[in-house]
C-alpha cells in the first residue's frame, strides 16, 4: 500500500503546528517535492526487514493465570519457553517484565494502549537468559507504562502485597516482586528508572538489584528515557541476584547506551565477608518529611548489624541528595514525553528500532490515551508544556545537572565501599480502591527521594530485606561505585547471610 501523502490542507494545519505559514502560491512547489520525496517513502516501506531467526523457537505464549493460581495479581501471563538444557540458570523459571519484547507473546505494559501487541524478535537480555538454562514461565504485571512506584495502575488490576494483601507490591515492578513468592517462579527481571526494581523490593521483602546504567543490555526493552533506563535481577536471595547478574551483563552490539562495560564475576564476591569494608551512611536517607520512624530505626539496627560483623561505618552528607527531585522530575517528564510523542522510538541513537512497537504504540495512543495512568498524563502535560514554552532548557539543564549529583556521590565512594540509607522511607502503601486522581498521583511517587536519585547518576544499588514492622517489610539499600556492583552484592549478601531478616 502506498504511503499517503499530504493534502494542501494537511500542509497549511502542519506549518501552523511548526510556527510559520505556507502562502497559496508556495503550495504547489512544496507538493510537487513532496510527490518525489513520498515515492522514496514506498521504495523503502517495500524493502524487508532482516530479522534473525528466534533462536528457540519452541514456546507457548499460554494465557492469563487464575486467581487461584495467582492470589496477589502478579502474573498477567503464564508461558512456557524453555532454554538451553545446561548452564548456569539450568532449570531456573523465570518471570519476566511485560515491557521486555517476548517473540510470539502479548506485550503490553499493563496499558490497553498496546492491547493486541505481539513482538516478533527476543530482547538481548531473554536470549541471554535461555542461553543460560533458563525457563521464561511467566509474563509479570507492572504500572501502567511504568510511570508509578505503587503497583495499582496497571489496566489489569493493582499487585498486591504477599505480607498483607490490604497493602500494594509496590511499583513499577511489582508482579516481578510479589511473584517470587509462588514456588513455581524462582527469579524474575524488573526495569528501574526511578526506583521501580527497589521500591518493590523494599515493599515485598526481596531482593531487587539496579546494575550500574549501561551494564546490562536495554535491547528490545520499553523504557522512559536511554540516560536512565536500567534493567536487572530481583530474586529471593543475593546469591541468585549475583548469578542472575553473571547472565545478563556485557556488551551488546545493538545497544547504544553502552560504552565500555567492565564485568566481573559476581558470585566470586559473595561470602568475603563485611570485615573492613567502609560505609557512609547518607544523612540525608534518613527523616525525610515521608519518613516513618520505624524504617529509620530498623535500617539503622541493619547497620549495627553490619558493624558486628566488622564493617567500618560514617554518617556523611550529600546535600544535593534532597534537592535532586528538580533533575528526576525534569528528565522523567520530558524525557517520558520524547518517548511517547514518539511511540517509543526515540531519536538519534544507532540501535535497534522496534517498528511494530512504534506503529502499536502510535495508533494506540491515537485511540485510547484515555487509558493512560494518571502519572503517565501528568508527564503528559508538564513534559509538553516544559518543551513547548521552555523549548527544553530545563531538561538539558537537568541533564548537565546530573554530573554534579553524580559526582558528589563519587566524592564520598572514594572513601566509602558503599553507601547505606533506607530503600523507601516507608512501608508499602494501602490498597485503596476508592482513590481518586490526586492520591494515586500522590502516593505514585512519594516513595523515591533515596532511589531514584541514583538512576540519574548510573550507580549500582541494591535492595535488600532487614526487617518487619506491623506486619510489613523494610529496605536497606546499598550503593556502590560505577561498575563495582560486586561490592554492593558482597555487602548484601554478608547481611543476609548472618541475619533472619523477618525476625528483627
Known amino acids: ?115 493486541g501487541y505481539i ?114 535481577p530481583m530474586t529471593r536471595t543475593v546469591a541468585d541476584a549475583a548469578l542472575m547478574l553473571e547472565v545478563l551483563a556485557g556488551k551488546d552490539p545493538l545497544d547504544p547506551r553502552q560504552g565500555e562495560v567492565p564485568v566481573q564475576a559476581y558470585t566470586e564476591s559473595l561470602g568475603l565477608g563485611a570485615g573492613g569494608i567502609r560505609i557512609g551512611v547518607l544523612q540525608e536517607g534518613f527523616g525525610l518529611p515521608e519518613s516513618e520512624a520505624d524504617v529509620d530505626a530498623g535500617v539503622q539496627k541493619a547497620l549495627g548489624i553490619l558493624g558486628e560483623l566488622g564493617a567500618q561505618q560514617e554518617l556523611v552528607s550529600v546535600p544535593f541528595h534532597q534537592r535532586s527531585a528538580g533533575i528526576v522530575w525534569s528528565l522523567i517528564s520530558e524525557g517520558g514525553t520524547a518517548a511517547l510523542r514518539s511511540n517509543g522510538l526515540g531519536h538519534g541513537w544507532a540501535g535497534v ?52 549529583l553524580r559526582k558528589a556521590y563519587d566524592n564520598l565512594l572514594e572513601r566509602y565501599d558503599v553507601l547505606a540509607m533506607p530503600t523507601t522511607p516507608m512501608k508499602a502503601h494501602r490498597n485503596d480502591a476508592n482513590s481518586d486522581s490526586g492520591a494515586i498521583l500522590t502516593h505514585g ?9 541514583f538512576n540519574m547518576t548510573g550507580h549500582p544499588a541494591i535492595s535488600i530485606p532487614c526487617g518487619k514492622s506491623n506486619g510489613l517489610p523494610i529496605g536497606l539499600m546499598l550503593v556502590g561505585k560505577h561498575f563495582d556492583d560486586a561490592m554492593v552484592l558482597r555487602v548484601a549478601n554478608a547481611f543476609e547471610q548472618h541475619t533472619n531478616w523477618e525476625s528483627l
Open 1 to 115: 500500500m502506498a504511503i499517503r501523502k499530504p493534502t494542501p490542507e494537511d500542509l497549511k494545519r502542519l506549518a501552523e503546528a511548526n510556527h510559520f505559514e505556507l502562502a497559496e502560491d508556495e503550495l504547489e512547489g512544496y507538493q510537487l517535492m513532496i510527490s518525489a520525496l513520498f515515492d522514496s517513502y514506498d521504495v523503502l516501506d517495500q524493502m524487508p526487514e532482516t530479522k534473525e531467526p528466534l533462536k528457540y523457537p519452541d514456546r507457548d505464549s499460554g494465557m492469563r493465570p487464575t486467581l487461584e493460581m495467582d492470589p496477589y495479581n502478579a502474573i498477567l501471563r503464564q508461558c512456557r519457553l524453555p532454554g538451553a538444557s545446561g548452564g548456569k540458570l539450568n532449570g531456573k523459571r523465570i518471570g519476566l517484565k511485560n515491557n521486555i519484547n517476548v517473540a510470539g507473546m502479548p506485550m503490553t505494559c499493563a496499558s490497553k494502549v498496546l492491547e
Open 119 to 232: 513482538p516478533e524478535t527476543d530482547a538481548t537480555i531473554v536470549t541471554r537468559l535461555l542461553d543460560a538454562g533458563g525457563d521464561v514461565v511467566a509474563l509479570m504485571n507492572l504500572d501502567n507504562f511504568a510511570y508509578s512506584g505503587a503497583g495499582d495502575t496497571s489496566s489489569f488490576g493493582p499487585t498486591l502485597n504477599p505480607h498483607n494483601t490490604d497493602h500494594l507490591a509496590g511499583g513499577s515492578s511489582g508482579g516481578s516482586a510479589a511473584a517470587l513468592y509462588y514456588d513455581y517462579i524462582d527469579m524474575t527481571i524488573g526495569g528501574d528508572q526511578g526506583g521501580s526494581i527497589r521500591i518493590p523490593a523494599s515493599f515485598c521483602g526481596v531482593v531487587g538489584h539496579k546494575p550500574t546504567h549501561g551494564l546490562v543490555p536495554y535491547t528490545g526493552i520499553v523504557g522512559i528515557d536511554n540516560t536512565f533506563d536500567h534493567t536487572g
Open 353 to 404: 528500532y522496534n517498528v511494530g512497537l512504534a506503529d502499536a504504540m502510535g495508533k494506540g495512543l491515537k485511540a485510547q490515551s484515555k487509558d493512560l495512568s494518571p502519572q503517565a498524563k501528568l508527564v503528559l502535560l508538564v513534559g509538553s508544556y516544559m518543551t513547548d514554552q521552555y523549548n527544553g532548557r530545563m531538561y538539558a539543564k537537568a541533564q548537565n545537572a546530573r554530573r554534579d
Open 445 to 453: 511517587w512519594d516513595m523515591t527521594s533515596n532511589t531514584a536519585p
